[in-house]
């Protein structure tokens, strides 16, 4: 604006752009933007190659001609340790679990890594392996080693896990987030957004109950069943931090498509519904950890989803999408009102709104 | 869910863009005051549902956008001392002040908490009583009441250890501003249905007849906002210029009395910087005299902290309705959620995060 304008302006004035650069935020760790920019920035340079660079939950690595593994690794940090439907245990096994079969591939083995803050109640660290023990049968792996490191109270918050996986791609396996075709339908696997407002709940941060349970879940036996009925199955994606929005449009830039979305088919219960229009959180971007996303030629889509319906954690899965040429990189959504907009991914930390 | 699926409903949507399509002659610039509002334009794609006749620009109710710089750079350096707990509505903890911002701060080792109530601040300070509990109280009339209702807890709780620091707007004066300004294009308002769910609508009559132009209170949900057009287009068709209310079922003429007079009890009205737009006269509240000791501006002495303000971008003209974000040369490049330039940038009910969320280019 013109300073003539009116006494009463100052004129245009704006604040200096903030880089973050010389310092982690809690965003860095959201799964969002900052995150992404953490890894171009900083780990890519140093560890570059093809298996990083592919950008998929889990590494496809080929040690000989013949075999195929995927690793993955993840630590867990999450507050409280235990939560609605689930825990920190529970967690670290599922978490790792599930990006190894992102890759359509059988997880095997995993390691445990425990941080341990001096003081910890052995209780609780007995209640932890319990869950991890549990979680570990129901998907049919094995923990085969571990490391214990205890740190000075007041250095870690309890207990941290970080579990690495390892699985075999069988022959004829071919999946990845570059290899979705236009064409594609894209099939989500139920509900989004419970673990996200179950962990609020437990941090006593919703301000009212909503008995929303985390919907954590070993997802290899569904993406076995998947495989078994479908070669078409291009990409499979767990939507973790940074929910179905985030990981979407990773999909679309590593794929080079664009994904329009259906709002009127995405499933979201009326509770996770009611707290979001009460926080101001959207749905899209809360976390899931026993969801999944695929993307599968259209010719085989619904025999794929009326597998998924008969497994214990595919129950709901819906069609929620298809995949086009254009706009490249991008997520759109026909709104419940025929117009269209973009999904983005998530910038950092999300935020409670104001009123 | 019941009173939001209704107001969602695609079949009522599409009578009301009928009925404008109808109504409408010819152009018209119809300016939403609340930045919720311009959150569910964008979400639900209206803009796009609507005759090329109508134009709507965005308004200044974005507690966070409009919060000035020389108030954010007071609570970076409260919140940076010692022996503070520094409480604020999440949205805060994003916006940039001279250099920094709130997330910094706290990765310094600032402990900055985010509530979802003024009350929780009260919780906070009485589990902390070594600690000096600040809550950063912005927002405009919506927000004031809860803000004004934490000083008389704190009072009467006789807490020494909790102050706020003052930062509210009031939607009458800045819509002065936005009418008086030579550069005005707006020609009909829709007011913000929260901010008149406490004040009710008594303070606009006489604006609508001083600048001749229609205000209709509008809500927040798809149905309600083409419902407050509507009215709008229909009095502009028809010369009219009167208030109306397009949001019954929550605002009455009068309000909430309660509110105002916790209102009138707690603030009294004061000049105030808007970010972007600059000092707009008795736009403001600030502590009465009575409460001034709880004012962290004087606690942590603060007052002389007055930052200069750089030219970068057009946040002030897009609060008041002259620009659009698209129009920004930083938009969606130098100026993005994660690297704001701007404070519309900023907050999920700024402008400029809506277009860059919803739809930051044309598409199919």
Redesign the interface.
Known sequence: ??EN??T?????????????TG?????HGSGG??SQ?LIQRVFLPSFDNPALRAGDDAALVLPNQSTRLAISTDSHVVWPLFFPGGDIGSLAVCGTVNDVAMLGAEPLYLTAGFILEEGLQLEILERVVASMHLAASEAGVQIVAGDTKVVQKGKADLLYINTTGVGLIRPGVEIGGANAHPGDLVILSGPIGDHGISVLEARG?L?FESHIQSDIAPLNHLVSAMLQVSDQVHVLRDPTRGGVATTLNEIAVQSQVSIILNEGSLPIR?AV??AC?M??FDPLYLANEGKLIALVGRSDGERVLQTMRLTRYGEESQIIGEIKD??QG?V?MK????????V?VL???M????? | MKYLTEYRDAGLVHTLVDEIRRTVKRNWVVMEICGGQTHAIMRYGLDQLLPPEIELVHGPGCPVCVTSLELIDKALEIASQPGVIFTSYGDMLRVPGSGRDLFSVRASGGDVRVVYSPLDAIKIAQLNPDKQVVFFAIGFETTAPANAMSVIQAEALGLKNYSVLVSHVRVPPAMHAILGSPENRVQAFMAAGHVCAVMGYWEYPPIAHQYKVPIVVTGFEPVDILQGLLLSIRQLETGRFETENGYPRVVTFEGNRPAQDVLQRVFQECDRKWRGIGLIPASGWQLRSEYAHLDAETRFSVDQIQPEESPICISGQVLQGVKKPLQCPAFGGLCTPEHPLGATMVSSEGACAAYYHYGREAYG
């Open positions: 604006m013109d304008v009116s009463h302006y100052s004129g245009p004035v704006c604040p200096l752009p903030l880089t973050h310092q982690i935020v809690m965003g933007k900052l920019d941060e301000g009326p519904a009611a229009e926080l101001g254009t706009p991008r759109l709104t419940i009102l025929g117009s269209t907009r973009i983005d910038a950092g930390e935020l409670p709104r104001i009123c």
